[in-house]
Structures are given as C-alpha cells and as structure tokens.
C-alpha cells in the first residue's frame, strides 16, 4: 500500500493559522473561565494572572451549599424541555401546512414571522411583564415555557418548513393513495423522512432555550429561577466573586455543552436550512 | 351504468376555472387515456378522481357510489407517479406491502400478495432493496407494484414512463399494456405523449382547457376527429390544415357548404409526391429520411405547408420544384371555428 505524502500549500498553512486564531480568540473567554472556576478568590484577580496554581473544588461546594443548583438546574430542563415539546407540537403542523399546502399568503406569514424576530425582546418587556403579572405568573415555570416557546416558533416554523419543503408532496400523497390516515401519513411517512430536521429544530430549541437570560431574569425570582438566575446572584451587591461566578456559569453551560459536543452533527444539518443535502 | 361516473366534474384555482364541467363514463376493465397538451387540466382531473384535489362541482360515483368527497384514502383506488414518490426510508417489499399493513391484511397474506406481484414484475431479488440502490425502470416497476398488489377499483396511472429514457419507455409501454390485459383492471392513464394514448388506450379523452374535446377509440379519433385540435393532435407528423383559400380552384369546389372560409385537412398519408406539372404545384422544404419512411415537407405556390408521408424513399432535393397530390377522399373540413364539417353522404 502506497502512501501519499500531505503536501501543505503556503495557502494551507495560512488557512490553517488563521482558523486556529480565530477559534482561540472565540474560545478564550470560555477557556478563561473554565480555568478561573478552579481558582480561589485571591487567585483569580492576582495580577498578572495565573496559568498555573493548584487546582481547588471549593468554589463548586460553595455555590451549590449557598444556592441550591440542582433547584435551578431542574428549572432549567422543565423550562427547555417543556418548550421545545410544546414548540415542535405548534410548529410541526404550522410547517406541514405551509410547506404541503402553501396558499398565496405563506411567504408572507413566513416573512411576518421571521421579522418578530428582529424586534428587541426589551420592546415587549412591559407588555409581557404586566401580562404575567395580571394572570398571576410571575415567577412561574409555566410563564416560561410559553414565552420560551413563543420566543422560539418563528425559528422552529423556518427549520421544520425548510426540511419539510424538501420531501416531495407525491410521497405523501402515495401514502395518502395507499390508504393511510393523516395520522398515519405523519407518524409512517412524514415522520422518518423529516426525523432530521425535526431532531435538529428541537435541540436547537433546547440550546436556545437552556441559554435563554433576559426572560428568565426579568420575570423569574427564587421559585422559579433557570440556571441563568443562579449566574446572576454571583454578580451581586457584595461585590464580584469572580471565581465563584465562574464555577456556576460553568455549571450551567456543562450540560449543554456537552449535549451539544454529542449532536453537533444534527444541529449543523439543521442550521443549513435544507441547503445542503 | 357505468362504474365510474364523472358527472359536472368542477375544479377552481382561486378564480380559474381549471376544469369546466367533465361528464364521462367508465366501464369495468377499460383502459382509459386521458391526453392533451400541458396546462389541459387531465392530471387534475386524474388528481380529482383520486381524492387529492377538492372536487368543487358535480358528482363523481364509483361502483354505484357517490365518492365525490371521500377522502383518498377510503376511496379504493391506487395511483402510479410520475415521479414513481416511492418511500425511500422503505425496502421495496415495505413499500409494495404498506397499503395492505394499513388494511390490517394478515402476514401470511401480504406475503402471498407481495411475492406474486415481484414475480410478475422481475421484482424478486430485489425485495430487500431500498429505492435509493435501483434504477429507474425497477423504481417504475416497484411503484406499479404498490399499485396491483392492492387489487383495487381502478389503477390511476399520471405520466407514469415520462422519467425514463426512449428505449426503455417503449418497453415499460408493452409491460403496461401486458399488464392490463393480464389483470383486466379498469385504468385510467395520463399521458400527454399521444403515442402512448394510442398504443395503450380502448377509448382516448382528449382534454383542451379543461374541457372533453373528444372521446373515442385511438381509430376513431384518428380517422374522425370532431375538430381541427383533434385532428391535429392525434398523429405524428400533424395533419396538414390549410385555409381554403390558399388552395387551388378544384379543391375548394370539393369542400361541402358549411366550410366555407374555413380549411381542410389532410393526413400526410393521404398527399403523394409527383412530378412537377401534376397535382399543386410546390416547392420542397425539408426532407426527413427515417429509413422505413420519409416525409417531405412543401410549400405550394400559394402558401401552405404541406407535409408527405411515403414509404419508399424519395429522389427530391430542398428546393426542388414538385407537384402535391392530395387524395380527397380523405379529407377532413373544418369551417371558420375549426369543427368538422361532414360531407354530405
């Protein structure tokens, strides 16, 4: 077996560097505060900074002894979970309809959609907040779920449209001929020909929602606080703990980076929007 | 009575009326072709017989029962693609299987049923396959599988060989009409080739905006077309069609009253080549030399084109100065709307 040498081109090797440089400077911040959540107190505003010290778990102990992290990491999977389910329930048949049986008005409710987007979530602060608070949910995770969720449709409606747009309406139809059900077209057809796209629109949902800040903050207190609240306390009145503040947005974005290392595959696909097959 | 019934059929796209008011009967075991030019509406009506476009007018009976609004999927009938829209994420036995799982059919039975289908169609080594790993043909043959291993009323067949190349086109073509023999299932096809429409058919629906131009055996059709888009639709090359007015004085005395500013028509069989000095003086055109035949098309001194067919070869040049004799008997007259007008018996 006859190996071939790599030859690296000046253009490679460039290429290359430049991709490394930009992902190390993208990544830094979050590398940084990986390493900072290991340090003690002192550690982490010594000047100049520490590369190397004696790693401690304490800051880990502390946050999860003075605020529980289990309370709020529940919230944060009802909160991420419960949407995306109830975001996949709505969106499904809103694209199914719009992508199998378009009507003169689809590009334009898809474009309406898209461009609620565009507004900046402050914008429908005083709206939502009083809305919440007249029904009496306030620092509900019910609030939450269907705020996330409305949050999310538009995008959810987009990727499910894109990936249904590219199964041909004559398959369905077939089935249709051969018998089934709509029921039975969507769950023996639609379904694991669009598993895909459906899979990935929900983890995106997940990631969205699990990272989701302004909402949970603004309308959410001890009771029903996400993970993004429990970051938020380490930023407090006494002063900034950088290091304890570290190891709980640590704690937070560990589930979801790691979920997210596991279906990288899934959710590029997704993310191309049926561009690329 | 009739085993299907079309009565009024009606279908709109917004405000376009895209089928104006189709009444047609069925009988049991015949095979069916719908033919036209594209945009004709015979897919959607196909497609209205189907159940998968709303049937907005009339009445439509199968068996001696009103299905107008039933969904496709209780209606009984089977449907083969243009596009074949097998399931990619089944192996061919699923595919050809699916309507009878969702029937309830016992295992046994849809194995039976299956088995026999493959034999019939060369499908058995291919069973386990997914349609993504066959060609073109054994994707057209597994989705007429799906099809007849359901036994249904009637076969719905929508432009079924249009993917494939000539040669295998042909071939799928005899299968097919092999096929309806074998089964003698009632079959409605689609087609716009009317080759097709003439090989396969017992009756030909010719459909123009959305409209029956003419029902009739492929002969009938041919030899008695009720209009000039009939006649010039059926038969390869067109009929020659040629204002009267452009034809010489001993031809017009021949054409019956009600023609008058209208035209004539002629097969290209029916109009023989000779010497310049006979007949309607010509000049040629082009000349096609297809082996067994060859036509030639002609420009008279007053304008028409004229096209002939004969079977031996012909010693003409493009440019050469010819004389047209057409075989009146034969002909076809069409008054100023462009409908037949018969001569007078």
Known sequence: MRHHRPTYTPAMILRTLV??????????????????????ELQAIAVPPLVLFEPTLENFTIVQERSDYMHYALNSLITSIGSTILGLAIAAPAAYAMAFYP?????????????????????????????????????????????????????????????????????????????????????????????????????????????????????????????????????????????????????????????????????????TFGAVK | MAYL??????????????????????????????VGPSGCGKSTLLRLIAGLEHIDGGQLNLDGRDITHLPSSKRDLAMVFQSYALYPHMSVYENMSFALKLAGESKKTIDEKVTRAADILNLTDYLERTPGALSGGQRQRVAIGRAIVRAPKVFLFDEPLSNLDAALRGQTRV?????????????IYVTHDQVEAMTLADRVVVLRDGLIEQ?????????????????????????????????????RAAAPAGADGGSMGLRPESVRLAEAGTGVPATVVLVE?????????????????????????????????????????????????????????
């Open chain 1, 19 to 40: 991709a490394w440089s930009v992902t190390l400077f993208l990544f830094f911040p979050l590398g940084w505060m990986a390493l900072t959540a290991f340090k003690t």
């Open chain 2, 215 to 251: 029902v009739g055996s492929p002969l009938e059709l041919y030899d008695n077309p009720v209009n000039q888009f009939v006649a010039q639709f059926i038969g390869t090359p067109q009929m020659n069609v040629a204002p009267l007015a452009q034809l010489p004085a001993e031809v």
């Open chain 2, 175 to 187: 299968e097919i009409a092999q096929l309806h023999r074998d089964l003698g299932a009632t079959t």
């Open chain 2, 5 to 34: 019934e079309l009565k009024g059929i009606e279908k709109f796209f917004g405000e376009h009326r895209a089928i104006k008011g189709i009444d047609l009967e069925i009988q049991p075991g015949e095979f069916i072709v719908f």
């Open chain 1, 103 to 271: 009507s003169k008005a689809t590009k334009d409710v898809l474009m309406w959609m898209l461009s609620t987007k565009m507004m900046p979530a402050v914008g429908a602060l005083m709206p939502i907040y009083v809305l919440a608070q007249s029904s009496n949910m306030l620092d509900s995770l019910t609030a939450l779920v269907i705020i996330f969720t409305l949050a999310n449709l538009p995008i959810m409606v987009w990727m499910l449209y894109a990936g249904f747009k590219d199964i041909p309406k004559e398959i369905l139809d077939a089935a249709r001929m051969d018998g089934a059900t709509l029921w039975q077209e969507a769950r023996m057809v639609l379904l694991p020909l669009a598993i895909g796209t459906i899979a990935s629109t929900g983890l995106l949902c997940l990631v969205l929602s699990w990272n989701e800040a302004f909402w949970s903050l603004t309308l959410t207190a001890a009771k029903a606080g996400t993970l993004a609240a429990l970051i938020a306390q380490y930023s407090s009145p006494e002063g900034l703990f950088w290091a304890k503040l570290s190891a709980a947005s640590l704690m937070a974005i560990a589930p979801i980076v790691v979920f997210g290392w596991f279906s990288q595959k899934q959710l590029v696909q997704g993310l």
């Open chain 2, 289 to 345: 030399a297809l082996g067994a035949e060859t036509l030639i098309y002609a420009k008279t001194q007053t304008g028409a084109q004229m096209v002939a067919r004969q079977a031996d070869r012909a010693n003409v040049h493009v440019g050469d100065a010819v004389g047209l004799v057409l075989d009146l008997s034969k002909a076809h007259w069409f008054d100023t709307q462009g409908c037949t007008v018969r001569n007078p018996v």
